[in-house]
């Protein structure tokens, strides 16, 4: 019993640089395909990501500067508390994160922990419910882009929020039994300046800064999981995970030929739901239910993302993702819904 406890202690110590020294390997061997991934993957970053998100990262940086924050949170602490169990600043992270999309939610909610505006309890249920998809992904790429039809846009944006809104009341039960930590002591070096006239010039640039940074950390990861995606598909390890979870896909119901998309999707989000949209059904509602469930969960690379944000405030990841696998849930279910009750949403041939 000891030797095997030594044993998995070692692989688990050697998974990760197995892991790391394999993925340099193929780096090597399907050199060609992997230059060709990357580069796909820097084009959806710079054609699509940078100048969609890097606007709304630049505001919402500039607007950590004003006095909104604690205008909302006394506005609106009356309904985020006895709703989802945190304070009414909380309000700020989720209206940025559905305006700008990931990671801001856990950007911001990683500054809350840091100020002291909030514990590290309700710092975890706030991640579990802040970080989503935005509106010009959701309504103007997978909708109008990908399925053609905005109304298909709108319903998955609408039963995204849903499935949010869901996971945050259901999450102000996380550790609601442990006493209400001591906030952090704020100090100057948490808490932005308030923006005037004489340090205008600063805060903007601090603001671009800022932003600058979190969108060159999302283009690596697009561009890391781009060739990942790529190694996986070239090496046949994604066709023998698709062979490994077929009967489970019998079980749902599910056709076999989604299985690939569903995998890609469950690594990285945009190449997933791309995927997805572009296999020829003519039940279509398959299709935007499946994409519905991956836009909730959002995929590993994005779990990374929190995962380097959140780390610096020593944030525990676990509510993040399981709220994400209860929103993917719920939001495929409540697409489901919405299908099969409004006869001008089913695209269905």
Not at 104 to 125: D, H, P
Not at 138 to 155: A, E, P, Q, S, W
Not at 160 to 176: M, Y
């Amino acid at each position: 019993m000891y030797n095997m406890k030594i044993m998995v202690f070692k692989i688990k110590k050697l998974f990760i640089p197995t892991c790391i020294c394999l993925f340099t390997l193929f780096l090597l061997i399907f050199s060609n395909a992997n230059l060709s991934s990357a580069k796909n993957g820097l084009a959806l970053w710079a054609n699509s990501v940078v100048p969609s998100l890097l606007p709304f990262f630049i505001a919402t940086e500039l607007l950590g500067y004003t006095n909104v924050i604690s205008i909302l949170g006394k506005l609106l602490n009356k309904f985020m508390r006895p709703i989802f169990n945190v304070p009414g600043e909380g309000a700020f992270p989720f209206i940025m994160g559905i305006v700008s999309g990931y990671p801001m939610g856990a950007k911001i909610v990683s500054n809350f922990k840091a100020q002291g505006i909030c514990t590290n309890e309700e710092a975890e249920r706030l991640l579990a419910f802040t970080n989503n998809s935005g509106p010009l992904f959701i309504i103007g790429t997978v909708g109008i882009g990908l399925f053609k039809d905005t109304n298909t846009g709108i319903l998955l944006f609408i039963t995204h929020i849903l499935a949010c809104l869901t996971v945050g009341f259901l999450f102000r039960w996380w550790k609601s039994r442990k006493k209400r930590t001591a906030l952090l002591q704020k100090s100057n070096n948490n808490i932005p300046t308030k923006v005037s006239l004489s340090n205008l010039g600063e805060v903007i640039a601090n603001s671009i800064m800022s932003a600058i940074n979190t969108i060159f950390l999302i283009g690596g990861f697009i561009v890391l999981f781009s060739v990942i995606i790529s190694i996986l598909e070239n090496s046949k390890v994604l066709d023998m995970l698709t062979n490994f979870i077929s009967p489970l896909f019998n079980i749902l119901g599910i056709p076999l030929n989604y299985a690939d998309g569903i995998l890609t999707g469950m690594l990285e989000l945009t190449n997933g739901v791309c995927n997805i949209a572009n296999i020829p059904n003519k039940s279509i509602s398959t299709n935007i239910i499946i994409c519905a469930f991956l836009l909730g969960f959002g995929g590993i690379s994005i779990a990374l993302q929190i995962l380097s944000i959140t780390s610096k405030e020593k944030i525990s990841i676990k509510p993040y993702l399981i709220g994400k696998l209860l929103q993917g849930t719920f939001a495929a279910f409540y697409t489901y819904i919405f299908l099969n009750t409004f006869w001008f949403l089913n695209l269905d041939l």
